[in-house]
């Protein structure tokens, strides 16, 4: 127990006498680079856990089956990454977690008659792109806040 007491003074000692330092600013215990900013590192990396996920909401158009939609579609996301987004009578609304997201697709049957789930999976690239893939659908490629072919927006 006395040898406890005495670490505990001694990094209480330390502390105080740092803190008296001119200068001393404390550093934390782990630090990432900050790429993506101020021209540092590669343009567009986004870190793990970094991302604005608010910027993921606005206008996607999307591509599926070699065709785009010409028609944006809108679509909220939260700073916690959950998503809702509507298309005529479709319905997604998940979240995402890092660069990838789950969720639901959900649209009326074809007999009109309840409603048809399915799941989702998204991939971010990290710049404004989102992959989708759902079981017995196309892959398709969301813009975010542009058409397709236009550079992404800043």
């Known amino acids: 127990m006395k040898t406890i007491t005495t670490l505990l003074a001694a990094l209480t000692l330390i502390s105080s006498a740092a803190a008296q330092m001119p ?5 934390p215990a782990y630090s990432q680079p900050n790429y993506g900013q101020h021209g540092h590192g590669q343009r ?3 870190q793990p856990g970094a991302i604005d996920y608010t910027a993921l909401g606005g206008q ?3 591509t599926f089956n070699g065709r785009s939609d010409p028609n944006p579609t809108p679509a909220q996301v939260d700073a916690q990454g959950r998503f809702m ?8 609304q998940g979240q995402f977690r890092g660069m990838t997201g789950q969720g639901i697709s959900m649209a009326p049957k074809r007999n009109g008659r309840g409603i048809d789930r399915f799941p989702i999976r998204l991939q971010f690239d ?5 992959h989708v893939s759902m079981q017995g659908a196309a892959p398709i490629m969301i813009h975010v806040n542009h058409r397709p072919g236009e550079p992404c927006p800043r």
């Open 23 to 27: 200068h001393y600013q404390p550093q």
């Open 44 to 46: 567009g990396f986004t």
């Open 60 to 62: 996607w158009y999307m």
């Open 85 to 92: 987004v509507r298309s005529g009578n479709i319905t997604w």
């Open 126 to 130: 990290g710049q404004c792109h989102i």
